[in-house]
């Protein structure tokens, strides 16, 4: 959300008090833009994804380890891109063909390079405090961001005037501020991640990066497909079109804080279930997704047709409503790509969090560079400014077929990988409990489980069940339980997540052994910690997670 929103405010603002012509500068940076967010997202999704994978297994020690290298490693690219985007700020602006903009450009590079840092260690942070169900603190630092970058831009307008410049200063200077508020948190109050920088571990680089690049191609290949269109407007149609443009792609970045929160809950969601080998889970997440997507880019489609005036409006100086109608008609047109793209954003974010990072890193690049290109240049040599706004539509349609031809025919086998079968169910109430204990008995007798190990697998459930309905149930909410069995060839574990009040039964267990008045509690407990070969409790997105190998 922060991003585009950030953006979408310095437009309004921009375009209101300082002009066209700031908003053509403001048009010429978002190349560089789209190349931050990529080396940003390159490290937050892929410390996200892997982490996310290594608490869905519950190994904390590699996930700490995998925190710990990203933060040193974004630090490392945060420094070295703050130099050179200041040192070279003029020589950027005539490669982005500022021409006699150039002076403001490199202005704005200067200033905006101040809060790169901080801007790529706060999105690492969200990313992740979303596995750790951290949702009012990753709404106070956006709101603290956009907050402070409003204030900022309206104080830059209102008392600095210092033009577009002032501008990206007001959103380091936002940057900053959210990051120092988040970071104080996340450092001490964390209680799944904790950043050390003796944990480091080179080894973890490549698992980053390696989860990390669709996302660096995705950003990448915007870079790419921004610079080419500003190329193919300025020769074709001229640059006053370079300001429906902007409208557009402001419009595109706010409906983006939408798609993408949709495929990034996909990706964070599905990078957990499919450490646990939740084959059925996942196509239920997907299918969920995709349907609320689908009808919620509906809503806005229309909302935008009707709205289209107002909202291009919004973006412009009184002074300068000759662009109105243009925009309007981009935005209008713009509205057939939603559905299109958010079901392709959805798809690729799916297939990102199974693993299949190859897949989604080509096929970001082919189209957004290769299809995208090529449709934008053949639809605006024939059909004119409709034509370029036709293509996005055209691109994420062609991107959405092939993605769900990849998931139907491929996405299964990865599921596959080292597990033999798995079983699931729900528990609602006590009857259901004991219920699926018996269930799960007979299962893994009929499975070729010895009766040792089905008979504790059902009695873990019993117990562990009850406790959890008798202690954590609330009848004002919804509560349950899932429990899933998972056969692997070397190990079979359960695994018990309930929505109730947070509580760590291992932490529980350690606190028992040292005290004195406890020692004749929590008998089922105990039981189950001396009959397990193993038990890891986290948290993520604030559901308890019991890990117990059998």
Same mark, same amino acid.
């Given at each position: 959300m922060i991003q585009p929103l950030n953006q979408l405010i310095d437009t309004i603002i921009t375009g209101k008090s300082l002009g066209a012509e700031a908003l053509q500068v403001y048009a010429l940076f978002l190349p560089v833009n789209s190349f931050l967010l990529a080396v940003s997202c390159v490290l937050s999704k892929g410390v996200q994804i892997t982490a996310s994978h290594q608490v869905g297994k519950g190994d904390f020690s590699k996930s700490n380890e995998t925190v710990s290298t990203a933060f040193v490693l974004g630090t490392m690219a945060a420094?070295?891109?703050?130099?050179?985007?200041?040192?070279?700020?003029?020589?950027?602006?005539?490669?982005?063909?500022? *021409?006699?903009? =150039?002076?403001?450009?490199?202005?704005?590079?200067?200033?905006?390079?101040? *809060?790169?840092?901080?801007?790529?260690?706060?999105? +690492?942070?969200?990313? $992740?405090?979303?596995?750790?169900?951290?949702?009012? $603190?990753?709404?106070? @630092?956006?709101?603290?961001?956009?907050?402070?970058?409003?204030?900022?831009?309206?104080?830059?307008?209102?008392?600095?005037?210092?033009?577009?410049?002032g501008m990206a200063l007001a959103t380091s200077l936002a940057n900053i501020a959210a990051c120092l508020l988040l970071g104080v948190f996340f450092i001490f109050k964390s209680k799944l991640f904790k950043v050390n920088i003796k944990n480091t571990n080179i080894i973890c680089v490549r698992h980053i990066l390696k989860n990390g690049l669709p996302s660096l191609a995705y950003y990448g290949s915007l870079v790419i497909r921004a610079s080419f269109l500003n190329i193919l407007i300025l020769n074709t149609l001229g640059k006053e079109a370079l300001v429906p443009m902007l409208v557009f +792609?402001?419009?595109a970045l706010f409906a983006d804080v939408l798609i993408g929160g949709h495929g990034d809950s996909v990706l964070v969601l599905t990078g957990?279930?499919? @450490?646990?080998?939740?084959?059925?889970? %996942?196509?239920?997440?997907?299918?969920?997704?995709?349907?609320?997507?689908?009808v919620l880019m509906l809503i806005i489609g229309i909302l935008t047709v009707y709205f289209s005036r107002p909202l291009a409006e919004l973006m412009l100086n009184k002074n300068e409503l000759n662009f109105a109608s243009s925009s309007a008609r981009a935005l209008i047109i713009a509205t057939l790509y939603l559905i299109p793209d958010i079901i392709s954003c959805i798809e690729k974010k799916y297939i990102q969090g199974i693993g299949n990072g190859t897949y989604t890193t080509l096929t970001n690049f082919v189209y957004n560079v290769v299809v995208m290109g090529l449709m934008a240049f053949a639809l605006t040599h024939f059909f004119g400014?409709?034509?370029?706004?036709? =293509?996005? +539509? @055209?691109?994420?349609?062609?991107?959405?077929?092939?993605?769900?031809?990849? /998931?139907?025919?491929?996405? %299964?086998?990865?599921?596959?990988?080292?597990?033999?079968?798995?079983?699931?169910?729900?528990?609602?109430?006590?009857?259901?409990?004991?219920?699926?204990?018996?269930?799960?008995?007979?299962?893994?007798?009929?499975? @070729?489980?010895?009766?040792?190990? =089905?008979?504790?697998? *059902?009695?873990?459930?019993?117990?562990?069940?009850?406790?959890?309905?008798?202690?954590?149930?609330?009848?004002?909410?919804?509560?349950?339980? /899932?429990?899933?069995?998972?056969?692997?060839?070397?190990?079979?574990t359960l695994c018990i997540k309930d929505n109730c009040v947070l509580f760590n039964p291992v932490h529980y267990y350690d606190t028992m052994k040292t005290d004195p008045d406890n020692i004749a509690g929590g008998i089922g407990i105990k039981m189950l910690m001396k009959l397990s070969k193993n038990v890891t409790y986290t948290t993520s997105f604030k559901l308890n997670n019991l890990l117990i190998e059998v």
């Open positions: 420094i070295g891109l703050s130099v050179i985007c200041f040192i070279f700020s003029t020589q950027f602006a005539h490669m982005l063909g500022a *021409g006699s903009l =150039s002076p403001e450009l490199s202005g704005y590079l200067r200033a905006y390079s101040i *809060g790169i840092m901080p801007a790529i260690m706060l999105d +690492t942070m969200m990313c $992740l405090m979303q596995i750790e169900g951290r949702k009012k $603190l990753v709404v106070a @630092g956006s709101v603290c961001v956009l907050i402070i970058n409003a204030l900022g831009d309206l104080a830059n307008v209102f008392f600095f005037h210092k033009g577009v410049m +792609t402001n419009y957990i279930l499919f @450490g646990e080998k939740d084959k059925k889970g %996942s196509a239920s997440l997907l299918r969920i997704s995709i349907i609320s997507g689908t400014f409709d034509g370029l706004f036709v =293509s996005f +539509t @055209g691109c994420y349609l062609v991107a959405a077929i092939f993605n769900s031809i990849y /998931i139907i025919f491929f996405s %299964s086998s990865r599921f596959e990988d080292g597990q033999q079968k798995m079983i699931s169910y729900t528990i609602n109430d006590l009857p259901e409990c004991i219920h699926v204990s018996e269930e799960i008995h007979k299962y893994c007798l009929e499975n @070729g489980i010895d009766l040792k190990k =089905s008979y504790l697998l *059902g009695l873990f459930i019993e117990e562990v069940g009850k406790n959890i309905i008798t202690h954590g149930f609330n009848k004002k909410h919804n509560n349950s339980i /899932i429990v899933k069995v998972l056969i692997s060839k070397d190990r079979i």
